[in-house]
């Protein structure tokens, strides 16, 4: 995959800018540098590459200049083998689309990525300031571990460590052995609490319900009270309602009679007793007013009469104005005329002429040339010097460029030799071989491997050693027949079982033996207590009796009477003692039958155990026939067979990696072969001498010293050809600048001849035009502030004749004698003409007061007009002629009103007292109760009251009792609810255990893949990232190794000086370069397998100083040899670094960029 142009087309600060990162060049790396300043959009450039190909998040930090729905983007990419476009625009879906603006899959642009999503790409193919830090930060936390730092350097991935831990912290959360406080610990501390409160609650039904029973019985006793409580309480309260009642209606009869007594006035509005102060006041105020008003009409009046109008000075206000303008022209003319005069006689134009040579010219406006060959001239003035020091330039150059090529001619002789084409491709392969190879080579890796080989032959060792009975070599052991894993799982599942049931055995054996013996112990006891005097016993005497009797019968003798007697009395004698030990016969009859049952128990348990013991004899036969093949002495069980194939497995895998390691030792040993032969190759064919038996470092030697020799001598060919070509030029120079000086004259000339300057037989040079120019300036201006002056004066001298005429004018019109001056007789007539304006407004203004005087009368007699309709309508409702009669009617209205509220507000009290829909209904219920048998009534509820109140609380204090005993048992919902818990808790219990299950196994996962990454791929990582990092940090480190630790190989650095370092040791700079290091070696390691993907790194090297800088971008180019490097800064000089380590660098200035135009790179050739 490969970019070649980036359209920013509507992104961040960018509209219609384009990127072309152009075709990718052939014979040099395909590296670029993208240089802007500060806020000039790297950030955004690189931004917009990952939108390009993963699409345009939700939300964008991008949007402040171009909205949502116009953003986008454009790019013409090398993907799957062709170029393509494609546009990017921001929307939910769809938003990938080609240059018909047809959608798109995103597959079509992700097709070389391999399923890379957008941070694993952020990840494994950019670098900023921020990842670099974390990953020198990830190196600290990884203690060097070297799997871990392979991996991550390889994929990408940060903070794997703190992943691991994290990993690790969430399984011994879970559960970790003998640990406290984990969550499987908890939960079985939880169980084990809800069985104990199972265990509490188990009780008996029947008290349960008793107990409820009851508590129903004490529930309808209270009820009861309770309804009898409130009879008696309704009572009392009534009878208290209506004792309350009594004093109010004795107010309400009083109230009822004081209205009765006053006089009927209709109720006037309730704004009117407010009105009627007002109403008063603005009668009196309106009254004044008026009179004043009339007086003031009748003094303005007269004093308008005694005002006189000038009509004919009123009439001459226009020309008065116009002669205030007039007046001040000619004060100034007054002034100005003299000065100017003086001034004309001042200038003159004939010390100006005599300056240019022309006393006798006539015409001195014919001297002045015009703006365009004024112009002409000072243009030719100006490039004089340009011109002449141009010419002088020229020929200093061309003089120096001539001494320097007879120099250097002198030794050109000497590097003819290395010119033939046969000599430069010699060296050419030379060069190509000595930069294709490293120069220190394998020596670090080789070392390592050493090592390496040595701890796995230990290993070896000790691995067989562990086989023990077994002996033999590794390859007897890989020959060895050992059980199959399922083989193996079922031997010890039948072991298992086996063990298990002949354990379960022997432990009920050894527990149902000693009851047994115990039984039989008491049996006999009981036996001796009580005789025989089992059922059995007495089965047989009685047997006996009837057999006797049978026989006594049959012969009826003596002998048979004495027998049946002997065997009577023996049964009367047993049965009576079976009377008498009833109980010890009873308890010998169960004795008897738990015997016989504990007797078959004990057998059965036999049974088990040597089935159990057969089972595990014919498991040890089976085992034996498979131990034999592997070793005659062998006596393991299936656990430590196990355990035993998993060390043969280990010592296999060791002998393995031995194996690989001598594989890596003989590789390196002919790869460096390959190599010397390649470069003695090389050597010999460019024509240089040395021995074969020369090491690699001599052979760099000899082969560097004659590159430095043919690049000397190069480089003076190619200098000889500058000076030619140096020379060339300047020639070429000194011709144009004579060809300019002689184009010059001839352009001076020509002026010349066009005005007055060509009459003279010899034409001006530079330094007379110049001063010529000057006083013909002096001459322009003198003859135009001549005239300008003149002009004036007739203008002043006209204004001051017509200001004279128009005095005169207006002292007759205005009857004004002609004595005095004209300014005398100017402030006469405006004094006049003033005074008749003064007498005007006076006029006018007392004119307006007596309006507005009249206005104001006006509006108060419309005012008293309103006032008296108010009056009027008050004293026609009551029938009144004054406004005291008025007041007084108010009043009175005012108290009946108070009355009738107060009237009203008690029979609502009334109502609401007795509970009464009316006042009617009140007022019967008053009229016929007794006052004395009321309060009799509620002195003998109030003890009953008392009574019912304490016989309720009583039983709600049984009631209470009672409810409390039957939820201290609870019901069967808390025995639910335990069994709830319980099973809820065995869920969490599973579910917990299968997380941890779940951590644990990926956990050591992800360890045995970070084992098989490390041994994968350590060897061709190791040689790069050692000499990337020898290469960052300018030979300070030799590189890097692998190296034996705790758990399991660490990285180490080793220093020029033979010291080494962990890579957690390092200091962080050091880290840093080591991590950019990893990275580069796992770029390699991915573009070994997979097609080129673009690797971006944004301003990395701010800590870096310009050596280290150099090396970096040298590391670059060599990326960039396989794929796509694209480097982003604001730091001009490292464009500069860039272009010296990589002569075929393209560089881009985002400064460039405007719109609608395209950033060109410049390849620095």
């Known amino acids: 995959m490969r970019i070649n142009r980036l359209d920013l087309t509507r992104y961040g600060k960018f509209t219609d800018a384009v990127i072309d990162f152009g075709a990718r060049p052939v014979e040099s790396p395909d590296l670029h540098v993208i240089y802007g300043p500060n ?34 983007l454009g790019a013409n990419v090398h993907i799957a083998g062709q170029n393509r476009d494609f546009v990017r625009i921001k929307r939910p879906q769809n938003s990938l689309l080609d240059r018909e603006e047809r959608s798109l899959a995103d597959t079509e642009i992700r097709a070389d990525l391999g399923g890379i999503d957008r941070e694993a790409f952020s990840t494994m193919f950019s670098l900023d300031d921020i990842t670099l830090e974390k990953g020198g930060e990830n190196i600290l936390a990884s203690k060097g571990d070297l799997g871990e730092l392979l991996f991550s350097a390889s994929a990408g991935l940060s903070d794997l460590s703190r992943q691991l831990l994290a990993i690790r912290g969430d399984a011994d959360s879970i559960y970790k052995l003998r640990g406290r406080g984990t969550q499987l610990g908890d939960l079985k501390v939880r169980l084990k609490d809800l069985k104990q409160k199972h265990e509490e609650l188990d009780f008996q039904a029947t008290e349960y319900r008793k107990r409820l029973a009851e508590l129903h019985r004490l529930e309808g006793q209270y009820d009861q009270a309770l309804t009898e409580r409130a009879n008696t309480q309704r009572r009392a309260d009534e009878i208290n309602r209506t004792l309350r009642a009594l004093p109010t209606m004795r107010r309400l009869t009083a109230l009822r009679g004081e209205l009765d007594t006053l006089y009927a006035v209709s109720d006037p509005p309730e704004s009117w007793k407010l009105e009627l102060p007002r109403i008063r006041k603005e009668e009196i105020e309106l009254c004044v007013k008026l009179d004043e008003i009339a007086r003031n009409v009748a003094e303005i009046e007269k004093e308008i009469d005694e005002v006189v109008d000038d009509a004919v000075a009123l009439g001459l206000v226009g020309r008065a104005a116009d002669l205030t303008m007039l007046e001040s022209r000619y004060l100034t003319a007054q002034v100005d005329v003299p000065k100017l005069a003086d001034r004309v006689a001042e200038l003159s134009v004939e010390a100006l002429l005599l300056q240019l040579g022309k006393a006798d010219e006539q015409t001195p406006a014919r001297l002045v040339l015009n703006a365009a060959i004024v112009g002409k001239f000072r243009a030719l003035i100006s490039a004089k010097s340009g011109v002449d020091a141009r010419r002088t330039s020229a020929a200093e150059e061309l003089a120096k460029a001539e001494r320097a090529l007879r120099d250097e001619g002198e030794g050109i002789s000497l590097f003819e030799d290395f010119r033939s084409p046969a000599r430069i491709r010699a060296f050419e392969v030379l060069s190509a071989t000595v930069k294709a190879m490293p120069k220190s080579f394998d020596e670090v890796a080789l070392r390592s491997l050493m090592r390496r080989r040595e701890s796995a032959d230990v290993l070896l060792s000790e691995s067989l050693a562990q086989l023990a009975p077994w002996r033999g070599s590794p390859a007897d052991l890989a020959t060895i027949s050992v059980p199959s894993t399922v083989r193996l799982d079922d031997w010890k599942t039948r072991y298992r079982e086996g063990r298990e049931r002949s354990k379960t055995a022997r432990a009920e054996l050894e527990r149902l033996e000693p009851d047994a013996r115990g039984m039989d112990a008491e049996i006999d006891v009981l036996r001796v207590r009580a005789g025989e005097i089992e059922a059995s016993s007495v089965a047989a005497s009685r047997a006996a009796r009837e057999k006797a009797w049978i026989s006594h019968r049959q012969t009826l003798d003596a002998q048979s009477a004495d027998a049946f007697e002997h065997v009577m009395r023996a049964d009367d004698q047993l049965v009576s003692q079976r009377l008498l030990h009833f109980a010890e016969a009873s308890k010998l009859a169960q004795l008897m039958l738990s015997r016989a049952s504990l007797g078959s128990n004990v057998e059965a348990a036999r049974e088990r155990l040597q089935a159990a013991a057969r089972s595990l004899s014919e498991l040890g036969s089976e085992m034996s026939a498979a131990l034999a093949l592997i070793s005659g002495d062998f006596k393991l069980d299936p656990e430590e067979l196990e355990e035993w194939v998993r060390k043969r497995t280990v010592a296999l895998r060791a002998r393995d990696d031995l194996s690989a390691i001598d594989q890596e030792v003989a590789d390196i040993r002919d790869r460096a072969q390959q190599s010397k032969d390649q470069l003695l190759s090389a ?60 184009a010059w004259e001839a352009k001076w000339s020509e002026l010349c001849s066009g005005c007055w300057l060509g009459e003279a037989s010899v034409l001006p040079d530079v330094d007379e035009v110049n001063g010529i120019l000057h006083v013909l300036e002096n001459l322009t201006s003198a003859i135009e502030a001549r005239d300008g002056l003149i002009d004036r004066i007739e203008k002043m001298e006209k204004d001051s004749a017509l200001f004279e005429d128009s005095v005169f004018d207006l002292c007759d019109s205005l009857e004004i004698g002609k004595t005095g001056s004209l300014t005398e007789l100017t402030r006469t007539i405006g004094d006049r003409i003033k005074a008749a304006e003064r007498r005007r407004e006076q006029r006018e203004r007392l004119g307006r007061d007596v309006v507005r005087k009249q206005e104001e009368e006006r509006e108060l007699l419309v005012t008293k007009e309103i006032l008296d309709v108010q009056i009027g309508k008050m004293t026609a409702f009551f029938g009144c002629d004054t406004l005291d009669e008025v007041e007084a009617c108010i009043d009175l209205s005012s108290k009946c009103q108070a009355l009738r509220s107060s009237i009203t507000e008690l029979e609502q009290e009334l109502v609401e007292i007795s509970g009464a829909n009316d006042i009617g209904d009140v007022e019967e219920k008053l009229a016929s109760v007794n006052r004395q048998e009321l309060e009799d009534q509620l002195a003998l509820l109030t003890p009953i009251l008392e009574d019912q109140d304490r016989k309720c609380h009583d039983v709600f204090h049984e009631r209470s009792t009672k409810q409390k005993a039957v939820e201290a048992i609870g019901g069967d919902s808390v025995a639910a609810a335990i069994e709830e818990q319980r099973r809820t808790i065995l869920l969490e219990i599973e579910e917990r255990a299968g997380r941890y299950l779940e951590l644990r196994a990926g ?40 190296q034996p630790g705790k758990d399991g190989e660490v990285l180490i650095a080793v220093s020029a000086n033979g010291g080494s370092k962990a890579a957690d040791e390092l200091s962080k700079g050091a880290r840093f370069q080591l991590y950019l290091a990893l990275r580069v070696a796992g770029y390699y390691e991915f573009v070994s397998n997979r097609t080129p993907i673009p690797f971006i790194a944004d301003d990395i090297m701010e800590t870096f100083d310009d050596f280290r800088a150099e090396e970096a971008f040298r590391l670059f180019a060599e990326m960039a040899g396989h794929g796509q490097v694209i480097y982003l800064t604001h730091h001009r000089h490292l464009t500069e670094i860039a272009r010296k380590v990589c002569p075929g660098v393209r560089l881009h200035d985002l400064e460039t960029i405007q719109s609608n135009s395209k950033l060109s790179g410049v390849a620095a050739e």
């Open 39 to 72: 806020e000039a959009g790297k950030s955004t450039t690189l931004d917009a590459i990952l939108d390009l190909i993963f699409g345009i998040g939700n939300t964008t930090k991008y949007d402040f200049q171009h909205a949502y729905n116009t953003m986008r």
């Open 683 to 742: 050597i010999k064919g460019a024509g240089l001498t040395s021995t074969g038996e020369s090491d690699l470092a001599a052979l760099f030697a000899v082969a560097e010293d004659g590159l430095d020799a043919f690049n000397l001598a190069m480089d003076q060919a190619d200098r000889l050809e500058r000076l030619k070509e140096d020379m060339v030029a300047r020639t070429r120079a000194m011709s144009d600048a004579q060809k300019a000086a002689d």
């Open 1003 to 1042: 956990i050591t996962a992800a360890e045995q893949a970070l084992r098989l990454y490390r041994d994968r791929h350590r060897s061709g990582m190791m040689m790069r990232a050692s000499e990337a990092f020898k290469t960052i940090s300018r030979g300070a480190y030799t590189g890097v190794a692998a």
